[in-house]
């Protein structure tokens, strides 16, 4: 099979100004946040003269061959270099080593709004943003009708598109960029501003785009999006490239790397008053038998009292499927440090690789929400019919009392108790 996109030792170097002294940056979103503020000072005459050169490699060192046809997932955490990436290979921004070849024409969808003129109209965008990508006229004249009824913007055709929704931004340059035939097309987490029909109705284009053998890279953090649409899935990590291989492998991969990472990252909830000290899967390894309740312990520091945290746990097959969704909660959390052990006692599951999601209300008011938290394996072993599947919660706090609670799917109750 031909090669579309030939990479070999691609690197990508950003000189980063910031000043002595400060922490080191964990990714580049934060380096460059600080970098702009330091040149902003500059600027106003406010600078201490005490700043320094960073060198931050976005990429080091990427080689990869992608072939006409294939469907490849990119995914990684924020800053692994993914966005960097892809524009590198969409020629928006020049490597500072390395060669890529590429054969054919690259549609690429990065950001809202990548390639319009907010003055412009909705149908005079499409022939701007179609001759951006190279196409001709007539080429453009042959998909238009298409291209409007993708993108469900008929009303709006001949009104200035600064006066759109980012999700109107987002269906007609997805439309436009899915429609005008490139031989390439490169899709960045853009889908995610859709709302679902959307999302499902672009990854049905993805997937005719695929048929018609034409190359598609398609970066997403929604792991079931990856493994639907992609067989192929590169997963970068500072920079780097940690695996390429089989979708499903590529998934369980960033799980278990999401997991090592650490939680201060990962479980970060951007509330003062409310931290994620750890989640952990509370068995010896990650693999059990299919007997054994699934425990997990989430620790948490609250800065002020907490009324009814709902905890809702979802547990997803190794395609993305989920099988089970688990509620319960905590009528009341004070102030303090506080230690839940959480159990699934009679989950039912059968032997494979699973994943853990997890969202935390008070209230109406999300707290924590993320998917891919903890990844597990079920051993082979007596499999019975699938039955009741319950949720139990009992939390410590620093005085030794328990709040212990028990919920069942088909409707919940709870129970409090003092334990010691």
Request: aromatic content about 8%; overall charge neutral.
């Amino acid at each position: 099979m031909t090669v579309a996109v030939a990479i070999e030792g691609l690197g990508k170097k950003f000189a980063l100004h910031h000043q002595a002294g400060r922490k080191s940056y964990s990714t580049f979103r934060d380096a460059l946040t600080d970098g702009v503020k330091a040149l902003g000072k500059k600027l106003v005459g406010r600078g201490s003269g005490k700043d320094s050169i960073e060198e931050f490699w976005a990429l080091d060192d990427i080689t990869l061959d992608i072939r006409e046809g294939e469907k490849v997932g990119v995914i990684g955490r924020n800053g692994a270099g993914k966005s960097t990436l892809l524009k590198v290979l969409s020629r928006i921004i020049e490597p500072t080593r390395g060669r890529i070849r590429i054969r054919g024409r690259v549609a690429s969808l990065l950001e809202v709004g990548t390639g319009f003129h907010p003055e412009l109209t909705g149908r005079e965008n499409i022939f701007f943003n179609g001759s951006i990508l190279g196409m001709t006229k007539a080429e453009i004249v042959r998909k238009f009708d298409e291209i409007v009824a993708f993108a469900e913007v008929e009303k709006f055709l001949d009104t200035p598109v600064k006066h759109y929704s980012s999700g109107m931004y987002v269906r007609l340059g997805f439309a436009v960029a899915a429609h005008l035939e490139p031989e390439i097309l490169v899709v960045d987490e853009v889908l995610a501003v859709g709302d679902a029909r959307f999302q499902k109705k672009c990854l049905g284009k993805l997937e005719e785009v695929g048929r018609q053998g034409r190359t598609v890279m398609f970066v997403s953090h929604n792991m079931s999006s990856i493994l639907q649409f992609t067989d192929r899935t590169i997963l970068l990590g500072g920079g780097r490239v940690l695996f390429d291989g089989d979708s499903e492998a590529g998934v369980m991969q960033y799980i278990r790397v999401n997991e090592e990472a650490g939680k201060a990252t990962d479980l970060d909830t951007h509330l003062p008053w409310f931290k994620i000290d750890s989640l952990i899967f509370d068995q010896s390894d990650m693999a059990i038998g299919f007997n054994r309740p699934l425990r997990f312990r989430l620790d948490l520091s609250v800065g002020r009292k907490v009324k009814e945290l709902m905890m809702t746990f979802g547990i997803f097959n190794s395609i993305g499927a989920r099988i089970i969704t688990a509620r319960g909660m905590l009528p009341f959390l004070p102030s303090g440090t506080h230690g839940i052990a959480l159990e699934i006692p009679d989950h039912r599951l059968i032997p494979g690789n699973y994943s853990i999601s997890v969202v935390l209300r008070s209230g109406e008011d999300l707290i924590f929400s993320k998917e891919q938290v903890i990844a597990f394996e079920l051993l082979a072993d007596d499999i019975d019919d699938p039955l009741l599947l319950p949720i139990v919660a009992r939390a410590k706090d620093r005085w030794g009392s328990y709040c212990a609670m028990s919920a069942k799917l088909d409707g919940f109750k709870r129970t409090e108790s003092a334990d010691s």
